[in-house]
């Protein structure tokens, strides 16, 4: 555990000191409170923010106070543009999302991608808790890529720790977690597209589980060519 713990330290040191100003986006996973576990720890000058979509669990907003006071890190939160919420659902519905591949995107786009662009508006790198073993499409991601999508720098500094490596930090370092991973939600995202996992399952196969696996993305990590 050292070595792979120092590599990610390394990792985001170089994301705060030498493509400053840099940001964790956080969706408050487990990998995310690792991230910014360590980033308390070596008091890096690395902001840190969550994406609110509006339909998240509520035991992802109690996570979100008990991070606040855990860790003297400013965690800003982004919201969807109203507006925007509001010409989708008058469209579509509020659960539209379920009706056909594009719907769902659309809502992720509305929800997610549109705040995350303001979030990371004028950084030069972005932290992100992405992890090669999470799902197929992640497998070959790298410590280190450029997001030629926000036109900055993008680090993954646990691209290489296994679910064991995740939960053994989490453990002795006491991080806080959602208490939906207890519950068999390795994966949490918004409340209605998200469900628990049976035993052996795929990890992400909660996340739009009424979909085909090959379009179990948000649209926040384009794949793109990795480096490192």
């Given amino acids: 555990m ?32 690792v991230l910014l576990d360590l980033i308390a720890r070596d008091a890096l000058g690395i902001g840190v923010f969550t994406l609110d979509t509006g339909r998240l669990p509520q035991e992802t907003h109690d996570l979100l106070q008990l991070a606040r006071q ?11 543009e109203s507006a925007a919420v509001e010409a989708y659902v008058a469209a ?46 992640r497998g070959a991601i790298g410590f280190q890529e450029w997001d030629a999508e926000n036109g900055l720098q993008k680090f993954n500094p646990l691209a290489d720790w296994s679910d064991a490596e995740v939960w053994s930090y989490i453990e002795q370092h ?3 977690v959602n208490a939906l991973h207890a519950r068999g939600f390795p994966s949490i995202g918004c409340a209605p597209c998200t469900r628990a996992v049976a035993p052996g399952e795929d990890p992400r196969a909660g996340r739009w589980w009424w979909e085909n696996p090959e379009f179990n993305e948000c649209g926040l990590h384009p794949r793109q060519k990795a480096r490192g």
Avoid at 70 to 80: E, G, L, M, Q, T
Wanted: proline share 8%; aromatic share 6%.
């Fill in 2 to 33: 050292t070595a792979i713990i120092n590599n990610a330290r390394a990792l985001l040191r170089e994301a705060g000191e030498a493509h400053a100003p840099a940001v964790l986006a956080s969706s408050l996973g487990a990998e995310d409170m």
């Fill in 70 to 80: 855990r860790y003297a890190v400013p965690i800003a939160v982004f919201a969807p």
């Fill in 92 to 137: 579509h519905g509020p659960n539209g999302f379920y009706d056909t591949v594009a719907l769902r995107q659309e809502c992720c786009r509305v929800r997610k991608v549109m705040p995350l662009k303001r979030a990371l508006a004028g950084k030069r790198a972005w932290v992100t808790g992405l992890r090669r073993t999470q799902s197929p499409g």
């Fill in 174 to 176: 006491q991080v806080p």
